[in-house]
């Protein structure tokens, strides 16, 4: 059975939500290698292509006490979710993809 989620590149992306089906909210935490500093920039990707979240995090959400609250949105569909995060001012980045049945 393949992965729900595959991470590559200098941060790393995890959901909380695993295995994702068809209309559930998904939670995404990142953790990053070197202690990167904020802020971040992510971009998700339905299936199609179209980006259904954009956002600038001043603070990466790590799922440990006292972080930023984990990044949701709802999987509307079947297939693969791009997950895209960077940092602004440097030079981490990281790309995922998340499978949802």
């Known amino acids: 059975m393949a992965r729900t989620l595959e991470s590559t590149g200098d941060i790393e992306t995890i ?3 695993d295995p994702v089906t ?3 909210t998904v939670k995404l935490v990142f953790r990053a290698e ?5 802020p971040f920039t992510v971009k998700i ?3 199609s292509g179209k980006v259904i979240l954009e956002r600038v995090l001043r603070e990466l959400p790590t799922g440990k ?3 930023a609250p984990p990044l949701t949105f709802n999987a509307s569909g079947p297939g693969e979710y791009k ?3 960077k940092q602004l001012q440097g030079k981490l980045k990281g790309d995922a993809v998340l499978r949802v049945v």
């Open 83 to 85: 997950v895209e995060i």
């Open 45 to 47: 990707k339905s299936p």
């Open 34 to 38: 070197d202690d990167a500093s904020p």
């Open 15 to 17: 959901t909380q939500t």
């Open 22 to 24: 068809t209309g559930d």
């Open 65 to 67: 006490p006292q972080s």
